[in-house]
T-cell receptor
Framework: AQSVSQHNHHVILSEAASLELGCNYS??????LFWYVQYPGQHLQLLLK??????LVKGIKGFEAEFIKSKFSFNLRKPSVQWSDTAEYFC??????????FGAGTRLAVHP | DGGITQSPKYLFRKEGQNVTLSCEQN?????MYWYRQDPGQGLRLIYY???????QKGDIAEGYSVSREKKESFPLTVTSAQKNPTAFYLC????????????FGPGTRLTVL
């Protein structure tokens, strides 16, 4: 069955620390991969996406993610986090018929 | 502005009552989706519709119903058969480009008392 696994449910960092959030997926077809972010009180919004080509994808606000096909992974990274990055982050993979399958989410808290 | 609107933002209902959540989009998207978000469980698909007058069950459709009479609108009814209806409900749409990117509304938080 198709699934997405996010290993870290809660992450706490200090400002300027580096961030890496893990995401592994299970899907047998051609993958489209996404990271969405939900800031407190705001809409769920797209952070970045991978469809094909360069496996290193750059998104908004200095985030990037690397697609490693052999590891079925799509980890999210940011070299230096800010307090404003406090949010919940969701990894998702296409599930066929324009559906998305989401991971359980990772809550990131960044302390000044 | 183009986007997805959901109303109301907060909704309270007594146990045993049906309640309908509104979702409207002006993005001219064919596909629309309803998700339920619970802490620690991510987003789970309730129903989706690829086109007007057609919809399919998602992973957790029991206790819910939908209709898609207009392209712009995809209301969700939470029925009394839903055993644990208190949750945050998100509506989304997709332009059908083949890349599956979805756009989300602000959500409705339903509390059943």
């Amino acid at each position: 069955a198709q699934s997405v696994s996010q290993h870290n449910h809660h992450v706490i960092l200090s400002e300027a620390a580096s961030l890496e959030l893990g995401c592994n997926y299970s899907y047998g077809g051609t993958v489209n991969l996404f990271w969405y972010v939900q800031y407190p009180g705001q809409h769920l919004q797209l952070l970045l996406k991978y469809f094909s080509g360069d496996p290193l994808v750059k998104g908004i606000k200095g985030f990037e993610a690397e697609f490693i096909k052999s590891k079925f992974s799509f980890n999210l990274r940011k070299p230096s986090v800010q307090w404003s990055d406090t949010a919940e982050y969701f990894c998702a993979v296409n599930g066929g018929y324009n559906k998305l399958i989401f991971g359980a989410g990772t809550r990131l808290a960044v302390h000044p | 502005d183009g986007g997805i609107t959901q109303s109301p933002k907060y909704l309270f209902r007594k146990e045993g009552q049906n309640v309908t959540l509104s979702c409207e989009q002006n993005l001219n998207h064919d596909a629309m989706y309803w998700y339920r978000q619970d802490p620690g469980q991510g987003l789970r698909l309730i129903y989706y519709s690829q086109i007007v007058n057609d919809f399919q069950k998602g992973d957790i459709a029991e206790g819910y119903s939908v209709s898609r009479e207009k392209k712009e609108s995809f209301p969700l009814t939470v029925t009394s058969a839903q055993k644990n209806p208190t949750a945050f409900y998100l509506c989304a749409s997709n332009g059908g480009s083949g890349y599956n990117e979805q756009f989300f509304g602000p959500g409705t938080r339903l509390t059943v008392l």
